[in-house]
């Protein structure tokens, strides 16, 4: 398994740990496509979120901008990694608005997709995943 990054092993594993856990929660009764998230912030803090949907699906939350608002509600806001798992045989990458959340508190995060095949696994920047973000910088004059 190779993976080069800031996060502590430990820390990573706890992490993969959770996003397999809370997984577990996610209200999914429509897509029947649960989704575990894991955050890790610079302080090594792991805080975790899952996919809430709702009768009305517009108001569905995945569980990345989950995990990333739970973050903030904690007064966390330096995010160095984001985990998703989804049981399943394909890893899943973040939707584009769960991109462009993340890239508010962490435009450097690692993002790191699992699933139930560990050889599967995708890892990117999240940068790369969101070439030429739009964020805080913009709104300075
Ligand atoms: N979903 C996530 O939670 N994260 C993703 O990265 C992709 C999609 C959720 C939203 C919805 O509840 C279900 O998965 C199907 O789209």
Redesign the pocket.
Known sequence: MRRRSMVPDDIFRKAVDAAKSVSQHAY?PY?K?P?GAAVITEDGSIITGC?V?NASYGL?I???RNAVFHTVSLGLTRIVMVI?YTPTETP?A??GA?RQVINEFGPQAEIVSICDKPDRRLQDRLDALLKDAFGPRNLQK
Do not use: M, Q, Y
């Open positions: 999914a897509s496509f989704v996919n949907e569905t995945c569980a990345e998703v899943t973040p939707c769960c």
